[in-house]
């Protein structure tokens, strides 16, 4: 197994740029995302990496080799495009071994990686089976088998889960990370959907139109995003935010937000006059008599482990709160909220930039990865 550093990449599609200067590392081993809206930029990433598309300008690293202009079957990686493209005439043994005999490796061998990458996967008892008959998720073990006896330096998958219905998609979600955890490999993973990547990544890498707004682990992203963008797109339901224009000076604690005052930690940084985004995950919302910041109950939703209980501001605002079940909230309720002070993330509205985030008492340093 080998990192993949990938250095101020581009990609432009005659005067239309896909990839704008992307800098990232995925270390040995690692299992790293590409997460991101449609359009943004990551199956053009992946192909890069793979080699089925040039960069414009930038470098790819794989291990210590420089493989940026080389063909993609010069690179000594599986790309597990979508894991149904199987040999449908092939039994299950035949379809794994598949790459193997293209190598004329000898049959002895073959049958000894084919076993093994079966035990791997546990689908032992089905190598003489046709394919054609197999389940979805066996289908998909199976593709995964025959990127597996390459045994090449790094897995790369494109949205290999996204044929399959939700219920199935978490389970798979944990076998692949399972199986990579058996393996150890280098794998990029590349969806649009934010539950997936908070669920197998070590880091995630969030792109929004070409570039990548921030690098960091799950807990990392969740609770210090860099931008609206991302706070925005990691979550469910997502982080509300609540504009204001108060002046905030450097070294205030406290914003106005209507009739209410919001405590929030001092910053460092002298924004007053400045319009700014209070961005508050649901689960930070109380429910608290007293406070001057009102709200009407729109909504309740009962969600097993909780309630979202949807709520108007005024001025336009919806806020989203998540609380206990046993909360007696009820349409057209009148109710003060509050969030604690070390619970808010300021973000500055022209710019999207996190000024700073829940659980932080440091400005954040901005996006990673470009510029
Ligand atoms: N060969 C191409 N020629 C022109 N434009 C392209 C080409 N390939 C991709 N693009 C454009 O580049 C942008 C990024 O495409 P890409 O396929 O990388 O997005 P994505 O993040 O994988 O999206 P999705 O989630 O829809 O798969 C899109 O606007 C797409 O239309
Ligand atoms: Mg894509």
Redesign the pocket.
């Known amino acids: 197994m080998a990192e993949i550093r990938v250095l101020d990449l581009h990609k432009a599609?005659?005067d239309?740029t896909?990839v704008k200067g992307s800098t990232f590392t995925v270390k040995d081993g690692e299992f790293f995302c590409l997460l991101?809206?449609?359009?943004?930029?990551?199956?053009?990433?992946l192909r890069m990496i793979a080699g089925l598309e040039l960069p414009t300008s930038g470098q790819i690293f794989l291990g210590e080799e420089d493989v940026s202009f080389k063909r993609a079957s010069a690179r000594d990686i599986a790309f597990v495009f979508q894991m149904f493209a199987l040999y449908p005439h092939m039994n299950v043994r035949r379809n794994i071994a598949f790459p193997l005999v293209s190598q004329g490796m000898l049959k002895s061998e073959i049958d000894r990686q084919v076993d093994q990458a079966a035990r791997t996967l546990r689908i032992a008892e089905l190598l003489d089976k046709p394919v054609s008959g197999l389940s979805a998720g066996d289908r998909q073990r199976v593709a995964l088998g025959r990127a597996i006896v390459r045994q090449p330096l790094a897995f790369l998958m494109d949205?290999p889960l996204g044929a399959l219905d939700s219920e199935f998609r978490e389970v798979m979600c944990q076998e692949l990370r399972a199986l990579h955890d058996r393996l150890g490999a280098t794998t990029v993973y590349?969806t649009?959907d934010q539950r997936e990547a908070m669920a197998m990544a070590d880091t995630i890498a969030i792109?929004n139109e070409g570039v990548i707004e921030q690098l960091g682990a799950p807990r990392e992203v969740y609770e210090r995003p860099a931008s609206v963008f991302v706070a925005d797109f990691i979550g469910a339901p997502s982080m509300n935010f609540l504009p204001f224009e108060a002046a905030l000076a450097s070294g205030a604690s406290a914003v106005r937000i209507g009739a209410a005052t919001i405590e929030v930690p001092a910053l460092r940084e002298d924004v007053s006059a400045r319009p700014l985004l209070c961005g508050v995950r649901p689960e930070h919302v109380r429910f608290a008599d007293s406070s001057a910041l009102r709200a009407e109950v729109l909504g309740s939703e009962y969600l097993g482990t909780g309630r979202i209980v949807t709520l108007n501001v005024g001025g336009g605002v919806t806020l989203r709160a998540k609380v206990g079940v046993a909360s007696m909230a009820q349409r057209g309720d009148h109710v003060g909220l509050a969030f604690d002070a070390e619970a808010v993330s300021l973000f500055d509205k022209v710019s999207g930039r996190a000024l700073r985030t829940a659980r932080d008492d440091r400005p954040h340093a901005g996006g990673a990865g470009h510029g």
């Open positions: 599609f005659a239309f896909a991101g809206p449609s359009g943004c930029g990551k199956t053009t990433t949205e590349v649009h792109m």
